[in-house]
Structures are given as structure tokens and as C-alpha cells.
């Protein structure tokens, strides 16, 4: 499984949201962003690190580490994404800010 260091978040008019590994915001509409982050391959593919970005709807918002569905918060962390019309539920490890996609 491919994990990513994101680097930060930006909206549909290019302001940084976030460049943490929790985005502390809340939504009324689904917003387009963008993912900017830095894939880390395994060590048998050497240590090439590419820097990739790419666009999400968000579904939930994770706040503070709890994640909102619907408004109501949900154990465990975490953000439903939708990219290119398929859904990712990302399980985030906030300590060294790595978030590994499922």
C-alpha cells in the first residue's frame, strides 16, 4: 500500500486550506480541492519520491481527529474522498503526518 506525505491543501481558487495533516475545517457544500503530496515507493523501487497532485470532493471533514458524517461525529479519523468519481476512505496517522489510502 502506497503511503503519501501530504504537503498541503489547497482550494478551487488556490488558498491554502491546511498544511497539516488534519484539515480543521468545516463545510456546508462539498468543496473542491486539491491534494498536493509527495508518494514515498518502497524500498525495492529505490528511494524515487514523486510529487503528485490531484483533485477531491469532500464528503466528510476531519475535525480534530474526529470524523464528521453528516454533521455527526463518527469514532475513528479520517476523510471520505471522492476522486474521479470513486470513493477512498483515508486512514490518517497523525503522529509523523503519513496518511496511507484504503
Do not use: C
Request: aromatic share 10%; glycine share 6%.
Amino acid at each position: 500500500m502506497p503511503t503519501y506525505r501530504f504537503i498541503d491543501w489547497i482550494d478551487e481558487v488556490g488558498n491554502v486550506i491546511a498544511n497539516v495533516p488534519t484539515i480543521n475545517l468545516v463545510v456546508e457544500r462539498d468543496v473542491t480541492i486539491t491534494a498536493r503530496y509527495e508518494e514515498f515507493l518502497p524500498e525495492h523501487q529505490l528511494s524515487l519520491v514523486s510529487d503528485k497532485t490531484d483533485y477531491y470532493v469532500i464528503e466528510n471533514v476531519l475535525l480534530s481527529g474526529v470524523l464528521l458524517a453528516d454533521g455527526v461525529p463518527v469514532a475513528g479519523a479520517g476523510i471520505r474522498l471522492n476522486r474521479n468519481g470513486v470513493f477512498y476512505m483515508e486512514t490518517v496517522t497523525l503522529t509523523d503526518g503519513s496518511y496511507n489510502f484504503e
